[in-house]
Protein backbone atom coordinates (compact mmCIF):
# COMPACT_ATOMS: atom_id res chain seq x y z
CA UNK A 1 0.00 0.00 0.00
CA UNK A 2 1.33 3.28 -0.91
CA UNK A 3 1.87 6.29 1.97
CA UNK A 4 -0.08 9.34 1.32
CA UNK A 5 0.53 12.46 3.49
CA UNK A 6 -1.86 15.37 3.62
CA UNK A 7 -0.50 18.69 3.70
CA UNK A 8 -3.46 20.94 3.62
CA UNK A 9 -2.63 21.59 7.45
CA UNK A 10 -5.99 20.07 8.51
CA UNK A 11 -5.09 16.85 9.13
CA UNK A 12 -2.39 14.09 8.66
CA UNK A 13 -4.90 11.00 7.68
CA UNK A 14 -4.66 7.89 8.81
CA UNK A 15 -6.43 5.79 6.21
CA UNK A 16 -3.83 3.78 4.00
CA UNK A 17 -0.61 3.61 5.62
CA UNK A 18 0.23 7.03 6.62
CA UNK A 19 2.91 7.87 8.47
CA UNK A 20 3.59 10.14 11.23
CA UNK A 21 0.11 11.11 11.93
CA UNK A 22 -0.07 10.72 15.75
CA UNK A 23 -3.30 10.68 17.72
CA UNK A 24 -4.50 14.45 17.46
CA UNK A 25 -7.70 14.54 15.82
CA UNK A 26 -7.88 18.25 16.19
CA UNK A 27 -11.08 17.61 18.99
CA UNK A 28 -13.64 15.66 16.88
CA UNK A 29 -15.46 13.08 18.94
CA UNK A 30 -17.59 10.22 18.08
CA UNK A 31 -21.18 10.27 18.24
CA UNK A 32 -20.81 8.04 21.01
CA UNK A 33 -18.79 10.68 23.23
CA UNK A 34 -20.82 13.24 25.28
CA UNK A 35 -20.97 16.84 23.46
CA UNK A 36 -19.10 19.41 25.19
CA UNK A 37 -19.90 22.94 25.40
CA UNK A 38 -17.55 23.50 22.29
CA UNK A 39 -19.41 21.42 20.30
CA UNK A 40 -23.10 22.57 21.45
CA UNK A 41 -21.55 25.69 20.42
CA UNK A 42 -20.80 24.60 17.11
CA UNK A 43 -24.49 22.89 17.01
CA UNK A 44 -26.04 26.17 17.24
CA UNK A 45 -24.16 28.08 14.98
CA UNK A 46 -25.13 25.73 12.42
CA UNK A 47 -28.92 26.19 13.46
CA UNK A 48 -28.40 29.69 13.09
CA UNK A 49 -26.75 29.20 9.79
CA UNK A 50 -29.74 27.61 8.42
CA UNK A 51 -32.15 30.41 10.00
CA UNK A 52 -30.09 33.05 7.81
CA UNK A 53 -29.85 30.44 5.00
CA UNK A 54 -33.89 30.11 4.52
CA UNK A 55 -34.31 34.05 5.10
CA UNK A 56 -32.27 34.78 2.06
CA UNK A 57 -34.66 32.65 0.03
CA UNK A 58 -37.53 33.91 0.33
CA UNK A 59 -36.92 37.23 -1.78
CA UNK A 60 -34.93 35.71 -4.43
CA UNK A 61 -37.86 33.39 -5.31
CA UNK A 62 -40.03 36.18 -5.63
CA UNK A 63 -38.09 38.06 -8.02
CA UNK A 64 -37.21 35.08 -10.69
CA UNK A 65 -39.18 34.80 -13.59
CA UNK A 66 -40.53 31.33 -14.90
CA UNK A 67 -37.61 30.36 -17.10
CA UNK A 68 -34.73 31.72 -14.35
CA UNK A 69 -36.57 29.13 -12.16
CA UNK A 70 -36.60 26.17 -14.39
CA UNK A 71 -32.83 27.34 -15.68
CA UNK A 72 -32.05 27.02 -11.63
CA UNK A 73 -32.92 23.08 -12.10
CA UNK A 74 -30.01 22.61 -14.59
CA UNK A 75 -26.53 21.71 -13.95
CA UNK A 76 -24.46 20.85 -17.30
CA UNK A 77 -21.07 19.30 -17.92
CA UNK A 78 -18.12 20.85 -19.42
CA UNK A 79 -14.57 20.12 -19.46
CA UNK A 80 -12.40 21.59 -16.63
CA UNK A 81 -10.78 24.13 -19.89
CA UNK A 82 -10.15 27.69 -19.72
CA UNK A 83 -9.82 27.98 -23.40
CA UNK A 84 -11.97 31.12 -24.66
CA UNK A 85 -14.88 28.67 -26.36
CA UNK A 86 -15.51 27.04 -22.66
CA UNK A 87 -15.03 30.56 -20.92
CA UNK A 88 -17.74 32.00 -23.22
CA UNK A 89 -20.13 28.92 -22.78
CA UNK A 90 -19.92 29.64 -18.98
CA UNK A 91 -20.61 33.25 -19.42
CA UNK A 92 -23.93 32.33 -21.21
CA UNK A 93 -24.69 30.05 -18.75
CA UNK A 94 -24.20 32.44 -16.03
CA UNK A 95 -26.30 34.85 -18.28
CA UNK A 96 -29.24 32.61 -18.08
CA UNK A 97 -29.29 31.59 -14.64
CA UNK A 98 -28.44 27.85 -15.08
CA UNK A 99 -28.09 26.44 -11.91
CA UNK A 100 -24.88 25.15 -11.93
CA UNK A 101 -22.26 22.88 -13.42
CA UNK A 102 -20.98 19.76 -13.28
CA UNK A 103 -16.87 19.48 -14.08
CA UNK A 104 -15.21 16.78 -16.38
CA UNK A 105 -11.56 16.07 -16.71
CA UNK A 106 -8.51 18.99 -16.53
CA UNK A 107 -7.17 21.03 -13.85
CA UNK A 108 -6.87 23.14 -11.23
CA UNK A 109 -6.33 26.75 -12.88
CA UNK A 110 -9.21 26.09 -15.27
CA UNK A 111 -11.92 25.86 -12.55
CA UNK A 112 -10.90 28.69 -10.88
CA UNK A 113 -10.82 30.49 -14.19
CA UNK A 114 -14.31 28.85 -14.58
CA UNK A 115 -16.02 29.53 -11.24
CA UNK A 116 -14.78 32.97 -11.42
CA UNK A 117 -16.41 33.45 -14.66
CA UNK A 118 -19.50 31.88 -14.04
CA UNK A 119 -20.15 33.60 -10.52
CA UNK A 120 -19.39 36.92 -11.89
CA UNK A 121 -22.28 36.44 -14.98
CA UNK A 122 -24.86 35.11 -12.50
CA UNK A 123 -27.10 36.70 -10.58
CA UNK A 124 -27.87 33.60 -8.26
CA UNK A 125 -24.73 31.63 -6.55
CA UNK A 126 -23.89 28.58 -8.77
CA UNK A 127 -22.96 25.10 -7.83
CA UNK A 128 -19.43 24.10 -8.87
CA UNK A 129 -19.77 20.61 -8.33
CA UNK A 130 -17.18 17.56 -9.63
CA UNK A 131 -16.59 13.51 -8.73
CA UNK A 132 -13.85 13.27 -6.34
CA UNK A 133 -14.76 9.88 -5.38
CA UNK A 134 -11.02 9.21 -4.49
CA UNK A 135 -9.76 13.18 -4.31
CA UNK A 136 -9.82 15.88 -7.18
CA UNK A 137 -6.97 14.09 -8.64
CA UNK A 138 -10.08 11.83 -9.84
CA UNK A 139 -11.44 14.77 -12.46
CA UNK A 140 -8.03 17.45 -11.78
CA UNK A 141 -4.76 16.14 -13.30
CA UNK A 142 -2.76 18.51 -10.68
CA UNK A 143 -4.46 17.96 -7.54
CA UNK A 144 -4.28 14.84 -5.03
CA UNK A 145 -5.52 11.56 -5.63
CA UNK A 146 -6.33 8.99 -2.17
CA UNK A 147 -7.08 5.42 -2.16
CA UNK A 148 -10.53 3.57 -4.05
CA UNK A 149 -12.77 3.63 -1.33
CA UNK A 150 -12.66 -0.45 -1.76
CA UNK A 151 -8.68 0.54 -0.52
CA UNK A 152 -9.72 2.43 2.68
CA UNK A 153 -8.52 0.05 5.44
CA UNK A 154 -10.48 -1.83 7.61
CA UNK A 155 -10.02 -0.42 10.72
CA UNK A 156 -10.68 3.67 9.45
CA UNK A 157 -12.61 5.26 11.83
CA UNK A 158 -15.57 7.76 11.74
CA UNK A 159 -13.05 10.57 12.81
CA UNK A 160 -10.45 9.65 10.00
CA UNK A 161 -13.05 9.70 7.51
CA UNK A 162 -14.16 13.13 9.03
CA UNK A 163 -10.86 14.46 8.84
CA UNK A 164 -10.35 13.20 5.15
CA UNK A 165 -14.31 14.84 3.87
CA UNK A 166 -12.92 18.19 6.04
CA UNK A 167 -9.78 17.80 4.10
CA UNK A 168 -11.09 17.36 0.22
CA UNK A 169 -13.72 20.13 1.29
CA UNK A 170 -10.98 22.16 1.78
CA UNK A 171 -8.95 21.38 -1.58
CA UNK A 172 -12.35 22.19 -3.21
CA UNK A 173 -13.15 25.47 -1.47
CA UNK A 174 -9.73 26.97 -2.54
CA UNK A 175 -10.77 26.49 -6.46
CA UNK A 176 -14.01 27.19 -6.14
CA UNK A 177 -15.74 23.97 -6.05
CA UNK A 178 -18.91 23.94 -3.35
CA UNK A 179 -20.43 19.91 -4.40
CA UNK A 180 -18.72 17.05 -4.38
CA UNK A 181 -20.63 14.43 -6.01
CA UNK A 182 -20.19 11.75 -4.01
CA UNK A 183 -19.97 9.79 -1.26
CA UNK A 184 -20.84 6.33 -3.08
CA UNK A 185 -22.77 4.32 -0.73
CA UNK A 186 -23.64 1.54 -2.96
CA UNK A 187 -23.03 -1.53 -1.09
CA UNK A 188 -20.88 -3.77 -3.31
CA UNK A 189 -18.66 -7.00 -2.94
CA UNK A 190 -15.45 -7.17 -4.07
CA UNK A 191 -15.01 -8.12 -7.33
CA UNK A 192 -18.71 -6.81 -8.51
CA UNK A 193 -18.64 -3.90 -11.13
CA UNK A 194 -18.81 -1.17 -8.79
CA UNK A 195 -16.55 -2.76 -5.71
CA UNK A 196 -13.68 -0.33 -6.50
CA UNK A 197 -15.84 2.63 -5.50
CA UNK A 198 -17.67 0.90 -2.98
CA UNK A 199 -17.07 1.07 0.86
CA UNK A 200 -17.31 -2.67 0.50
CA UNK A 201 -20.02 -5.22 1.44
CA UNK A 202 -21.40 -4.40 4.86
CA UNK A 203 -23.83 -1.83 4.85
CA UNK A 204 -23.16 -0.85 8.32
CA UNK A 205 -19.14 0.12 7.58
CA UNK A 206 -20.63 1.62 4.12
CA UNK A 207 -23.01 3.83 5.85
CA UNK A 208 -20.39 4.85 9.02
CA UNK A 209 -17.67 5.59 6.78
CA UNK A 210 -19.88 7.46 3.83
CA UNK A 211 -21.87 9.75 6.71
CA UNK A 212 -18.71 10.33 8.27
CA UNK A 213 -17.25 11.53 4.88
CA UNK A 214 -19.88 13.56 4.23
CA UNK A 215 -19.57 15.42 7.44
CA UNK A 216 -16.54 16.36 6.90
CA UNK A 217 -16.97 17.98 3.60
CA UNK A 218 -20.24 19.66 4.55
CA UNK A 219 -18.37 21.19 7.99
CA UNK A 220 -16.21 23.09 5.03
CA UNK A 221 -18.61 24.40 2.99
CA UNK A 222 -19.25 21.61 0.12
CA UNK A 223 -22.61 20.06 -0.60
CA UNK A 224 -22.25 15.82 -0.13
CA UNK A 225 -24.26 14.14 -2.77
CA UNK A 226 -25.03 10.22 -1.44
CA UNK A 227 -25.39 8.06 -4.91
CA UNK A 228 -26.50 6.40 -6.57
CA UNK A 229 -29.92 5.41 -5.08
CA UNK A 230 -31.55 3.39 -4.82
CA UNK A 231 -28.48 0.92 -4.88
CA UNK A 232 -26.01 0.42 -7.85
CA UNK A 233 -23.99 -2.39 -5.38
CA UNK A 234 -25.34 -5.68 -7.33
CA UNK A 235 -25.76 -3.88 -10.42
CA UNK A 236 -23.77 -6.15 -13.25
CA UNK A 237 -23.86 -3.64 -16.17
CA UNK A 238 -22.80 0.30 -16.35
CA UNK A 239 -25.73 2.45 -16.74
CA UNK A 240 -23.32 4.70 -18.72
CA UNK A 241 -24.41 2.64 -21.63
CA UNK A 242 -27.18 0.85 -20.76
CA UNK A 243 -29.81 0.50 -18.20
CA UNK A 244 -29.23 -2.10 -15.27
CA UNK A 245 -31.64 -4.10 -13.83
CA UNK A 246 -31.38 -4.73 -10.04
CA UNK A 247 -33.05 -8.44 -9.46
CA UNK A 248 -32.93 -7.77 -5.29
CA UNK A 249 -36.14 -8.64 -3.40
CA UNK A 250 -37.30 -5.57 -1.72
CA UNK A 251 -36.28 -6.90 1.65
CA UNK A 252 -32.78 -7.45 0.39
CA UNK A 253 -32.82 -3.74 -1.40
CA UNK A 254 -34.28 -2.69 2.25
CA UNK A 255 -31.74 -4.17 4.66
CA UNK A 256 -28.90 -3.74 2.38
CA UNK A 257 -28.98 -1.21 -0.91
CA UNK A 258 -31.50 1.65 1.11
CA UNK A 259 -29.43 1.27 4.74
CA UNK A 260 -26.93 3.44 3.97
CA UNK A 261 -28.90 6.33 2.11
CA UNK A 262 -31.55 5.89 5.30
CA UNK A 263 -28.52 6.62 7.73
CA UNK A 264 -27.27 9.63 5.71
CA UNK A 265 -30.53 11.02 5.69
CA UNK A 266 -31.28 10.36 9.51
CA UNK A 267 -27.74 12.39 9.56
CA UNK A 268 -29.30 15.74 8.49
CA UNK A 269 -27.02 15.90 5.13
CA UNK A 270 -27.74 17.31 2.07
CA UNK A 271 -27.81 15.43 -1.78
CA UNK A 272 -29.03 12.47 -2.70
CA UNK A 273 -27.78 11.19 -6.37
CA UNK A 274 -30.65 9.18 -8.32
CA UNK A 275 -29.06 6.30 -10.71
CA UNK A 276 -30.33 5.26 -14.40
CA UNK A 277 -31.30 1.59 -12.46
CA UNK A 278 -34.51 -0.25 -13.12
CA UNK A 279 -35.51 -1.57 -10.03
CA UNK A 280 -38.73 -3.93 -10.54
CA UNK A 281 -39.49 -4.97 -6.38
CA UNK A 282 -40.27 -0.83 -6.00
CA UNK A 283 -40.54 0.03 -9.37
CA UNK A 284 -43.09 -2.55 -11.80
CA UNK A 285 -42.74 -0.54 -14.58
CA UNK A 286 -39.21 -1.16 -14.40
CA UNK A 287 -38.44 3.22 -15.60
CA UNK A 288 -35.38 4.16 -14.64
CA UNK A 289 -35.08 5.35 -10.86
CA UNK A 290 -34.21 8.96 -11.95
CA UNK A 291 -37.28 9.55 -13.35
CA UNK A 292 -39.51 7.02 -11.69
CA UNK A 293 -42.24 8.41 -9.27
CA UNK A 294 -42.32 6.10 -7.16
CA UNK A 295 -38.63 5.80 -6.24
CA UNK A 296 -38.21 9.54 -5.90
CA UNK A 297 -41.51 10.30 -4.39
CA UNK A 298 -42.86 7.92 -2.89
CA UNK A 299 -39.39 6.05 -1.32
CA UNK A 300 -36.96 8.61 -0.87
CA UNK A 301 -38.72 11.49 0.07
CA UNK A 302 -42.02 10.01 1.31
CA UNK A 303 -41.13 6.72 2.96
CA UNK A 304 -37.18 7.74 3.92
CA UNK A 305 -38.41 11.43 4.80
CA UNK A 306 -35.65 12.56 2.75
CA UNK A 307 -35.97 16.67 2.31
CA UNK A 308 -32.54 17.61 0.81
CA UNK A 309 -31.75 17.76 -2.86
CA UNK A 310 -32.23 15.52 -5.08
CA UNK A 311 -29.97 15.25 -8.34
CA UNK A 312 -30.23 12.89 -11.26
CA UNK A 313 -27.38 11.18 -12.46
CA UNK A 314 -25.98 12.86 -15.68
CA UNK A 315 -29.22 12.61 -18.14
CA UNK A 316 -26.51 12.00 -21.39
CA UNK A 317 -25.67 8.69 -19.86
CA UNK A 318 -27.04 5.44 -21.96
CA UNK A 319 -28.74 4.73 -18.78
CA UNK A 320 -31.10 7.86 -19.39
CA UNK A 321 -32.20 6.86 -22.81
CA UNK A 322 -35.71 8.33 -23.40
CA UNK A 323 -35.42 10.05 -19.78
CA UNK A 324 -36.45 13.85 -19.80
CA UNK A 325 -36.05 16.39 -17.65
CA UNK A 326 -39.70 17.46 -17.65
CA UNK A 327 -40.02 13.19 -16.44
CA UNK A 328 -37.55 13.58 -13.83
CA UNK A 329 -39.16 16.89 -12.52
CA UNK A 330 -42.36 15.34 -12.28
CA UNK A 331 -41.22 12.06 -10.57
CA UNK A 332 -39.60 14.41 -7.44
CA UNK A 333 -36.69 15.42 -8.59
CA UNK A 334 -34.61 19.40 -8.21
CA UNK A 335 -31.83 18.81 -10.10
CA UNK A 336 -30.66 17.72 -13.83
CA UNK A 337 -27.31 16.49 -14.08
CA UNK A 338 -25.75 16.95 -17.08
CA UNK A 339 -28.81 17.13 -19.78
CA UNK A 340 -27.76 15.95 -23.03
CA UNK A 341 -29.02 19.69 -24.71
CA UNK A 342 -29.66 22.23 -21.74
CA UNK A 343 -31.89 24.44 -23.76
CA UNK A 344 -34.37 21.84 -24.60
CA UNK A 345 -34.09 20.19 -21.33
CA UNK A 346 -35.14 23.79 -20.20
CA UNK A 347 -37.99 24.14 -22.73
CA UNK A 348 -39.76 20.56 -21.46
CA UNK A 349 -40.04 22.13 -18.40
CA UNK A 350 -41.21 25.36 -19.43
CA UNK A 351 -43.90 23.18 -21.85
CA UNK A 352 -44.51 20.80 -18.85
CA UNK A 353 -45.64 23.73 -16.85
CA UNK A 354 -48.06 25.27 -20.10
CA UNK A 355 -49.14 22.28 -20.11
CA UNK A 356 -50.34 21.69 -16.18
CA UNK A 357 -48.53 18.20 -16.23
CA UNK A 358 -45.79 20.59 -13.59
CA UNK A 359 -47.34 23.36 -11.53
CA UNK A 360 -44.83 26.48 -10.67
CA UNK A 361 -45.49 25.93 -6.91
CA UNK A 362 -43.94 22.56 -7.53
CA UNK A 363 -40.76 24.43 -9.63
CA UNK A 364 -40.32 27.13 -6.40
CA UNK A 365 -40.62 24.03 -4.13
CA UNK A 366 -36.87 22.71 -5.90
CA UNK A 367 -36.02 25.99 -6.74
CA UNK A 368 -36.37 27.15 -2.52
CA UNK A 369 -34.14 23.90 -1.87
CA UNK A 370 -31.70 24.46 -3.98
CA UNK A 371 -31.18 28.33 -3.10
CA UNK A 372 -31.18 26.96 0.78
CA UNK A 373 -28.71 24.36 0.15
CA UNK A 374 -26.31 27.19 -1.97
CA UNK A 375 -26.66 30.09 0.44
CA UNK A 376 -25.97 27.88 3.47
CA UNK A 377 -22.73 26.37 2.19
CA UNK A 378 -22.00 30.04 1.68
CA UNK A 379 -22.59 30.51 4.76
CA UNK A 380 -20.46 27.38 6.38
CA UNK A 381 -17.55 28.42 4.50
CA UNK A 382 -14.04 28.68 6.65
CA UNK A 383 -16.03 27.45 9.51
CA UNK A 384 -14.96 23.58 10.80
CA UNK A 385 -17.75 22.25 12.83
CA UNK A 386 -16.09 19.83 15.67
CA UNK A 387 -19.21 17.79 15.68
CA UNK A 388 -19.50 14.07 13.94
Known amino acids: MRVIRLLTGLACLAI ?42 DSMVALMTLEEKA ?9 SSDDVYTLKAVGEYGKRGIGGIVLLKGNS ?10 RNSSSVPPFVSIDAEWGLGMR ?15 DATENDMFMYGATVGKQCREIGINMVLGPVVDVAPRGSFMSRRSYGSDPVRVSDLAVAYS ?34 SLHQMDSIDLYPFRKYIEAGLSGVMVGHLAVPAIDPDM ?27 ALSMGGAEGAGADKAIEAGADIILAPADTGKAIESILKAVSDGRITEERLDRSVRKILFYKFLMELRKGLHYLVI
Open 109 to 118: ASVVAIADSL
Open 71 to 79: SQLMMPALY
Open 16 to 57: VGVAGCGESRNGVKSQSEELSPQQSDSMQRANDLSFRAGEMV
Open 140 to 154: LKDEPSYPFNSDIKE
Open 215 to 248: RGLESIGVMSVAKHFPGHGSAIGDSHKSKPVIER
Open 287 to 313: QPAAVSHTVISELLIKELGFNGLVLTD
